[in-house]
T-cell receptor
Framework: GDSVTQMEGPVTLSEEAFLTINCTYT??????LFWYVQYPGEGLQLLLK?????DKGSNKGFEATYRKETTSFHLEKGSVQVSDSAVYFC???????????FGAGTRLTVKP | SQTIHQWPATLVQPVGSPLSLECTVE??????LYWYRQAAGRGLQLLFY??????ISSEVPQNLSASRPQDRQFILSSKKLLLSDSGFYLC?????????????FGEGSRLTVL
């Protein structure tokens, strides 16, 4: 079945450091790919998404490119801030599926 | 606008006690509804999803059950809680009728089983 594997955390960075969180997927057909973010004590909210190969999703300085050849959707940010501290989830929705599959989540802590 | 209400927000229950978590959706009609669980140190696990009243699909065999008595109401239940049921339970539905593929989440219910 469809699944998502993402980099295990926790990840601790200093402010203004470069961030990469790896995500790879297994799916039949052409899934849509998502990154969600969960700030402390809150539910999940969509950070960015891409619906077809080579699409780049971006939001709040974060970017991720849908790479079908490597089945990846790595999250990047050039300069993280303390306010980016959160848990990040990679997810996919398979074509014509009713559900969404999530990775295990990666906890990011950014120190001043 | 679309909103999801979950209650209670926090719950502490003894092992063997029953459970009822409620989710109500506003601002959309006939949505697909989902229950996810986020356990400590683990990712987000899909527990149940429903495509309509009385229609429930279970992803993981366990002592939990779900019901959808009304179009915009989704209930998660257990007759006897286990320690392993502790976690953060999230209700979700597709945003914008599902056109975007995005899921919209409630603020969650945190369950601690002692």
């Amino acid at each position: 079945g469809d699944s998502v594997t993402q980099m295990e955390g926790p990840v601790t960075l200093s402010e203004e450091a470069f961030l990469t969180i790896n995500c790879t997927y297994t799916a039949t057909g052409y899934p849509s790919l998502f990154w969600y973010v969960q700030y402390p004590g809150e539910g999940l909210q969509l950070l960015l998404k891409a619906t077809k190969a080579d699409d780049k999703g971006s939001n709040k300085g974060f970017e991720a490119t849908y790479r079908k050849e490597t089945t990846s959707f790595h999250l990047e940010k050039g300069s993280v801030q303390v306010s980016d501290s959160a848990v990040y989830f990679c997810a996919l929705r398979g074509y014509n599926n009713n559900d969404m599959r999530f990775g295990a989540g990666t906890r990011l802590t950014v120190k001043p | 606008s679309q909103t999801i209400h979950q209650w209670p927000a926090t719950l502490v229950q003894p092992v063997g006690s029953p459970l009822s978590l409620e989710c109500t959706v506003e601002g959309t009609s006939n949505p697909n509804l989902y229950w996810y669980r986020q356990a400590a140190g683990r990712g987000l696990q899909l527990l149940f999803y429903s495509v309509g009243i009385g229609q429930i699909s279970s992803e993981v065999p366990q002592n939990l059950s779900a019901s959808r008595p009304q179009d915009r109401q989704f209930i998660l239940s257990s007759k006897k809680l286990l320690l392993s049921d502790s976690g953060f339970y999230l209700c979700a539905c597709p945003r914008g009728g599902g056109r975007t593929g995005e899921l919209f989440f409630g603020e969650g219910s945190r369950l601690t089983v002692l």
